[in-house]
T-cell receptor, first 113, second 116 residues
Framework: GDSVTQMEGPVTLSEEAFLTINCTYTATGYPSLFWYVQYPGEGLQLLLKATKADDKGSNKGFEATYRKETTSFHLEKGSVQVSDSAVYFCALSGNPTGNQFYFGTGTSLTVIP | EPEVTQTPSHQVTQMGQEVILRCVPISNHLYFYWYRQILGQKVEFLVSFYNNEISEKSEIFDDQFSVERPDGSNFTLKIRSTKLEDSAMYFC??????????????FGDGTRLSIL
């Protein structure tokens, strides 16, 4: 069945460091891929998405590219800020309806000044 | 921006009791979902709901669970005879339409359910 495997955390970085959070997926067909972020005390918020191979999703300085050949959707940011401290979830929705979402375990990121 | 709202934020219940978790989806959305996350584990799909009936459910969603849309705004998850292993964060989500690839689900802040 469809599934997502996400890099284990927690991750601790200094401000302005480069961030990569790995995400790989298993799916039949051509899923859509998402990154959600959960700030402390809040719900899951959509960060970015990509709906087909080679698409790049981007938002707030974060980027992720849908790589069909490696079944990956790694999240990157060139220079993290303290305000980026949160839990990041990779997710996929399968075709054709995209009704059910499959999530990774989440990666906790702490950015220190 | 419209939000999905969930109440209560934290629910503590004795084992064996019934609990109802409440959600108000975004008003023009048509598809509603419940997920749960046991501490340290993945966010798991429980059920999806459309047109006043369940459209999909996971193996987790057994006879102990039920969902209802009692009026035009609320969407509830009922857990009968709660067990210790039901302790988790429960997320409600909604989506505007179903058939478009890449359409995201919008999530509430979650209800933390603690079974004693």
């Amino acid at each position: 069945g469809d599934s997502v495997t996400q890099m284990e955390g927690p991750v601790t970085l200094s401000e302005e460091a480069f961030l990569t959070i790995n995400c790989t997926y298993t799916a039949t067909g051509y899923p859509s891929l998402f990154w959600y972020v959960q700030y402390p005390g809040e719900g899951l918020q959509l960060l970015l998405k990509a709906t087909k191979a080679d698409d790049k999703g981007s938002n707030k300085g974060f980027e992720a590219t849908y790589r069909k050949e490696t079944t990956s959707f790694h999240l990157e940011k060139g220079s993290v800020q303290v305000s980026d401290s949160a839990v990041y979830f990779c997710a996929l929705s399968g075709n054709p309806t995209g009704n059910q979402f499959y999530f990774g375990t989440g990666t906790s990121l702490t950015v220190i000044p | 921006e419209p939000e999905v709202t969930q109440t209560p934020s934290h629910q503590v219940t004795q084992m064996g009791q019934e609990v109802i978790l409440r959600c108000v989806p975004i008003s023009n959305h048509l598809y509603f979902y419940w997920y749960r996350q046991i501490l340290g584990q993945k966010v798991e799909f429980l059920v999806s709901f459309y047109n006043n009936e369940i459209s999909e459910k996971s193996e987790i969603f057994d006879d102990q669970f039920s969902v209802e849309r009692p009026d035009g705004s609320n969407f509830t998850l009922k857990i009968r005879s709660t067990k210790l292993e039901d302790s988790a964060m429960y997320f409600c989500a909604s989506r505007e339409t179903r058939g478009r690839a890449g359409q995201p689900q919008h999530f509430g802040d979650g209800t933390r359910l603690s079974i004693l």
